[in-house]
């Protein structure tokens, strides 16, 4: 089984116009919503995917129920903790020209929720996949990755991070299957500028020597390159299509690269998989879907 954790999931509220004025009322062209948050965006394209995956995290309010209904699918199960009070965080994204959003904060996590999750980990077996993916919210400890990678350490799992910054760089001892930073995201995490290719591939090694097995490296739309444990070098380029949404595109390229591995056990073959689901979210108003990619792989 595939488990996805998602501690902040949210509804993305996208709302289109032709400019925005500040102090009037203002008058949309269109309305989209997506059900979002990382681990919940893998689990959506692993289900185009035909692979069964648990979702894991936190909901609340009216929201909350909204989100569990609508990515409700025979490949998801929703196991998610239900909160007392708040509701799950809408994100209002207002496309006019520039983009601007405004996040929401998400409800208050207590001690006994986050117990609650941790014990939800027990019922992961050996040869599962666990993924951990996206920021965290303020009210959970900044190490909840760590330790949840600690209860689960003894058991022989195919571990993913797709976090930035201290999140991601403190998970590396426990030896995570894969990592996805980006070219950004190595910059941060090493304080220089990342901008050649042999400059993300040297990066790219030392995240391995801090412990990652498998460093996939997403470069936008110069492609992405795979660092794989045997030290090989692989590489996938774009697609030439319109590109309409890159949110979620990381995701889908976790979720292609997890079921490509999955199905095949090969990493170039994952990464192949990986990169077109990239680009099939890309190509959409919302996330990959099965037609799409079947569509792209006959191309790429």
């Known amino acids: ?23 009037i009322t ?3 062209t269109s309305e989209e919503y997506y059900f979002g948050g990382k681990g919940i965006n893998v689990s959506s394209v692993l289900a185009e995917l035909d692979l069964d995956s648990t979702a894991l995290g936190f909901v609340a309010g009216f929201t909350g129920e909204a989100i569990e209904k609508g990515i409700s699918h025979d490949h998801i199960t929703t196991d998610f903790i239900r909160l007392n009070s708040g509701i799950s965080r809408i994100n209002v994204k207002i496309k006019a020209g520039e983009e601007t959003e405004i996040n929401g904060q998400g409800p208050d996590i207590d001690a006994d929720a986050l117990e609650a999750l941790m014990n939800k980990l027990d019922n992961i077996r050996d040869g599962d996949t666990l993924i951990l ?4 919210p303020n009210t959970l ?7 949840m990678l600690e209860k689960v350490q003894t058991k022989d799992l195919r571990i993913v991070v797709d976090a930035t910054k201290k999140l991601l760089v403190n998970s590396l001892k426990y030896g995570p299957f894969l990592i996805k930073p980006n ?10 500028e990342v901008k050649t290719k042999e400059d993300t591939i040297k990066y790219a090694k030392e995240l391995q020597k801090m412990g990652a097995r498998n460093v996939l490296i997403s470069l936008g739309g110069e492609g992405a390159i795979l660092i794989d444990e045997n030290e090989q070098i692989h590489e996938a380029g774009v697609i030439n299509q319109p590109v309409i949404n890159t949110v979620g595109s990381g995701d889908s390229m976790v979720a292609g690269f997890v079921a490509g591995y999955e199905k095949t056990k090969s990493y170039p073959d994952a990464l192949t ?6 680009n099939a979210t890309a190509f959409l108003p919302g996330l990959a879907t099965k037609e799409k990619i079947e569509e792209l792989l006959k191309i790429f």
């Not at 595939?2 to 509804?11: A, E, F, K, Q």
């Not at 070219?183 to 220089?192: A, G, N, P, T």
């Open 273 to 278: 998989l990986g990169s077109v689901c990239g």
């Open 26 to 28: 203002n008058r949309s």
């Open 183 to 192: 070219r950004q995201e190595l910059s941060e995490i090493f304080d220089v």
């Open 133 to 136: 993916a996206g920021s965290i």
């Open 1 to 23: 089984m595939i488990y996805t954790v998602t501690l902040n999931p949210s509804i993305d509220y996208i709302v289109r116009m032709d400019k925005i004025v500040m102090g």
């Open 141 to 147: 400890p900044d190490d909840i990755y760590e330790r």
